[in-house]
């Protein structure tokens, strides 16, 4: 297992649509290796979840580990159903996006289908905060930052550094909006 390096934005891969897997490939003792080494990464950095383009691979996987304690899910090329599209906001950060937050509002519950490490076929509906991990995670296989998804508003203020969302932007305890850090 080996930690590996988080691929910055302007890197291109973070912006290419990420290769489905074949079966074969789900199958390869090589992949197996490749997701170790992803989630090894995942939690050396703190993450709650990680795609494989963010460690220069462009391959359709991604692992997710929302509540913290929980069991990591490894979706391979998931695809997504809104089930409910009424928007709830968070503060996403990215691995790939250091010292950065934005706000970013997203469809509040969602159905992800997709293959798990026997290329069988799954399914997993997560709302509220999950959803938005989720969202997040799988955005970076189709090549798209949760920068792009921020609204910017006139007098607003949706994108700050850690440092000043910790001072001015932090959600208090009966606040709506949230915290992501991938």
């Not at 159905?111 to 991990?133: C, I, M, R, W």
Request: overall charge negative; proline content about 7%; glycine content about 6%.
């Amino acid at each position: 297992m080996a930690i590996r390096k988080i691929a910055r934005m302007g890197h291109p891969v973070l912006r290419q649509k990420a290769r489905e897997l074949s079966r074969e490939e789900i199958l390869a003792p090589a992949f197996k290796t490749f997701l170790n080494d992803l989630f090894e990464t995942m939690v050396d950095y703190d993450g709650v979840g990680l795609a494989a383009p963010q460690v220069c691979e462009s391959i359709s996987v991604a692992i997710v580990q929302y509540p913290v304690d929980a069991e990591p899910v490894v979706v391979i090329n998931p695809k997504i159903t809104v089930l409910d599209d009424k928007k709830q906001g968070y503060w996403e950060g990215c691995l790939s996006i250091p010292e950065i937050r934005g706000l970013v509002y997203r469809p509040r519950k969602i159905k992800v289908d997709y293959l798990d490490l026997h290329a069988n076929p799954q399914s997993v509906t997560v709302e509220g905060f999950g959803a938005t991990v989720f969202q997040h995670e799988l955005d970076h296989l189709d090549g798209v930052l949760f920068i792009d998804r921020i609204e910017y508003k006139p007098g607003a203020s949706p994108v700050s550094f850690v440092e000043e969302y910790s001072r001015y932007h932090a959600p208090k305890e009966d606040d709506d909006v949230g915290e992501l850090d991938d």
